[in-house]
């Protein structure tokens, strides 16, 4: 069976580490014996200085075996640029979508999955709030047929076009939403800059034509309450 412990080098350093655990703990006692006695206290400064230059010096080596020993993902998104809103005539659903920059800064492949949507009517109680279903996501690399999750590769960034839905028959009426996005990494967390917020506003005149036009949204510097302004709603 393929050995998983940790290679000879973060051995030798965990070694130094329990070592200097010995040094410091010595130092501790004389340092008390010292101020007690006020004894020897200037000849053990060298012994001192040293075992603390090599506390010192440890983390660098510790990171380096860690980096080799510990493989992990580490995937972050960027927010979109556009957001773009759509009715499906087929089920007269509301769809969002939009195209995130996802990269990934670990040493191991990994993977972004639908985590979960909320909309609501800012004007109103939060329990004007709408929920999406995992079911109703849907992601896809450039060029790709959605599905479920999309894989990014070390240090190979990419765009992720994700779309959601909020069910058959949901309405959408005139006045300023917020939208709420969460992707999710491989092992369920939330993915870094989650969930991504975006409040922007419609029209009753864009809401008569979504049938026929898109609202596209444009990412603005304007943030709102942590929420990210979208403007323009050009149909």
């Known amino acids: 069976m393929p050995d998983d412990g940790p290679p000879p080098e973060a051995a030798r350093i965990f070694e130094e580490i329990g070592s200097?655990?010995?040094?410091?703990?010595?130092?501790?006692?004389?340092?008390?014996?010292?101020?007690?006695?006020?004894?020897?206290w200037v000849n053990k400064w060298g012994a001192y200085l040293g075992i603390l230059a090599?506390?010192?010096?440890?983390?660098?080596?510790?990171?380096?075996?860690?980096?080799?020993?510990?493989?992990?993902?580490?995937?972050e998104i960027r927010s979109p640029e556009i957001l773009t809103l759509t009715r499906d005539l087929k089920r007269n659903a509301l769809v969002f979508s939009f195209s995130a920059h996802a990269a990934n800064h670990g040493n191991l492949y990994g993977?972004?999955?639908a985590g979960a949507a909320r909309l609501r009517r800012m004007s109103l109680p939060t329990a004007n709030e709408v929920d999406?279903?995992?079911?109703?996501?849907?992601?896809?690399?450039?060029?790709?047929?959605?599905?479920?999750?999309?894989?990014?590769?070390?240090?190979?960034?990419?765009?992720?076009?994700?779309e959601v839905d909020f069910g058959e028959n949901s309405m959408l009426d005139p006045g300023p939403y917020q939208l709420d996005i969460t992707l999710k990494a491989e092992d369920g967390r939330p993915l870094p800059k989650a969930p991504l917020k975006f409040c922007f506003e419609v029209t009753s005149a864009q809401i008569e034509n979504l049938a026929r036009r898109p609202i596209e949204l444009a990412y603005s510097e304007e943030f709102y309450a942590g929420c990210q302004v979208l403007f323009g709603g050009q149909t």
């Open 111 to 113: 993977e972004v999955f």
């Open 54 to 75: 090599s506390v010192f010096a440890v983390p660098t080596g510790i990171k380096h075996a860690y980096d080799e020993w510990y493989q992990h993902s580490k995937v």
């Open 132 to 162: 999406a279903a995992q079911d109703h996501f849907r992601l896809a690399e450039e060029g790709q047929q959605p599905g479920k999750s999309v894989v990014i590769p070390v240090e190979t960034p990419k765009s992720i076009i994700t």
């Open 20 to 40: 200097l655990k010995q040094q410091l703990q010595s130092l501790k006692e004389d340092v008390g014996e010292s101020k007690a006695g006020n004894k020897n």
